[in-house]
């Protein structure tokens, strides 16, 4: 359909400019999508990850480093001391649930699960559970711009969400080239872009929220060492930022390392 649909329309386009008085006016192609700047990496520091830690979200604020966990029976969220290195459990998820992504946003931490459609709700300051939201579909990613949420479920869709309901405001339909960009996973906020995951790759998309288009590609190949992979250790997944240093935070599921890194363009 896609293709028969490109054909028509491009006949149609030659055909009002080559019609009579063409000449008489302009006739303009549609705009390409422009393509996505690339990028690799260069690390700057390297801190230790719990390897036990299937991370499914991620978040950097005030020194501390939030991380929410899935597999069932194992699905935490906890905050760490980057300096130090010493983690705490803030809640641990019912057996039943599969822990997903998590944002903080006026005081609230939120986490989502993965097929419960529910989202806890969790006082920052005193890890206490203060309520929650019901959801249709998957929960995968979480992330806030400081006003909204935003939410992924595997799709090529991201949710943008009212934090006080959990109401869906809009739909971001996020393409590439002009073709959608499936199984988004988890979120970070950076500079008014969104960044994304993508599920079973080594490469972050960097989404533009209005149009929802991929405006740029970094691969984080060969970031985790291959003397650091073992048998347990799953994709990359979990980026996190820190606003005042512009430091940017990268590791995956199960990964025994924590990345600060910085882009280079790709020539």
């Not at 459609?117 to 559970?129: I, L, Q, S």
Request: glycine share 10%; net charge negative.
């Amino acid at each position: 359909m896609k293709v028969t649909l490109s054909i028509l329309l491009t006949g149609l386009l030659a055909v009002a400019c080559g019609s009579p008085g063409a000449a008489r006016r302009t006739c303009t192609q549609p705009a390409a999508p422009a393509e996505p700047v690339r990028y690799t990496y260069a690390v700057q520091r390297v801190y230790p990850h719990d390897p036990e830690n299937y991370t499914q979200g991620l978040q950097y604020a005030d020194g501390l480093l939030w991380e929410g966990t899935g597999q069932n029976g194992a699905s935490r969220l906890l905050k760490t001391d980057l300096e130090t290195g010493r983690s705490e459990v803030v809640a641990r998820l019912p057996r039943s649930e599969f822990g997903e992504g998590i944002a903080l946003l006026g005081g609230k931490v939120y986490q989502l699960t993965w097929t419960s459609n529910r989202a806890h709700v969790y006082d920052a300051a005193t890890g206490r559970r203060t309520g929650g939201f019901t959801y249709p579909g998957q929960g995968w990613g979480l992330t806030t711009d400081g006003r909204w949420l935003y939410m992924s479920d595997g799709s090529d869709r991201i949710r943008v969400l009212d934090p006080d309901t959990f109401e869906r405001e809009r739909n971001i339909a996020v393409t590439l080239s002009g073709e959608p960009v499936r199984l988004l996973n988890e979120l970070e906020w950076i500079e008014g872009k969104i960044w994304a995951n993508v599920y079973t790759s080594d490469q972050i998309v960097i989404i533009d929220p209005a149009s929802g288009a991929v405006e740029g590609i970094v691969d984080l190949s060969g970031l985790l060492p291959e003397e650091e992979v073992t048998p347990s250790t799953d994709v990359l997944n979990g980026i996190a930022y820190d606003p005042a240093l512009k430091r940017i935070f990268v590791t995956g599921k199960n990964w025994s390392k924590l990345f600060h890194i910085t882009l280079e363009k790709q020539e």
